[in-house]
């Protein structure tokens, strides 16, 4: 999981929310409240509606097979190691991304530890509070720090540029060393990279804006 400064700030925000929440309505272990709060953070809110669903889906999985092996194996840790397996191999089969299957994990380690509670009632609480967290992480996704990419991307572009020109000057003058040159190249690469990550989550906003708009259109 990549952290910015605004990505990091909301991290901290879903945690602190999620266990507030979980604390106010009597959850107990409110500790997966916040690891699912944490791994539900996206880059931007396209994606966190995208992966409110699969990560909700995923952990329904984990939950559901935890809950069935529990109660026809047993909980010992060759069969949670065996367990995790068979989770890790349906979530890739359904082409997941890493935090998805992270969130799935964490599901089969809550249902599969020792409780004296009944196992139907104790996998849909752990269910609830992993839920719980990846929903929260969403809505604060959405209200605060919203990004801003076409600023960001305008930003990336400008400043590559006036470096690109920069360095044609310098060049056609052949005031420039090769040492020096290939570091900027390589500098010039990851700002590029860096232009092109940025402009693929501003496409993904833009995907977002006009589903939302079509959809105030429709009411």
């Not at 367990?83 to 991304?97: A, Q, S």
């Not at 996998?123 to 719980?132: D, E, I, K, T």
């Not at 310098?170 to 190249?185: M, N, Y």
Request: aromatic share 10%; proline share 3%.
């Amino acid at each position: 999981m990549k952290l910015g400064g605004a990505r990091m700030l909301k991290t901290g925000i879903a945690v602190a929310v999620a266990l507030y929440v979980a604390n106010l309505i009597g959850i107990p272990s409110p500790t997966y409240v916040g690891i699912a709060a944490a791994f539900a953070i996206q880059p931007n809110i396209y994606r966190s509606f995208q992966t409110m669903f699969e990560q909700i889906y995923a952990n329904l999985i984990g939950v559901s097979i935890a809950a069935i092996v529990v109660f026809t194996i047993g909980n010992d840790p060759i069969v949670i190691g065996f367990t995790t397996i068979i989770v890790i191999g349906i979530c890739l089969y359904l082409k997941m991304n890493e935090n998805t299957i992270a969130l799935a994990i964490i599901a089969i380690l809550a249902i599969m530890e020792t409780t004296e509670m009944l196992l139907l009632h104790f996998a849909g609480l752990r269910f609830f509070s992993l839920s719980l967290g990846i929903v929260s992480a969403f809505i604060v996704n959405m209200v605060f720090l919203p990004p801003n990419y076409e600023q960001k991307l305008f930003k990336h572009i400008n400043r590559v540029t006036t470096e690109i020109l920069q360095w044609l000057r310098i060049s056609t003058r052949h005031l420039s060393d090769e040492p020096a040159l290939k570091v900027e190249v390589e500098k010039l690469q990851r700002e590029i990279k860096l232009i092109d990550n940025t402009y693929l989550l501003f496409s993904e906003e833009r995907i977002y804006r006009k589903k939302t708009e079509s959809l105030k259109c429709a009411d």
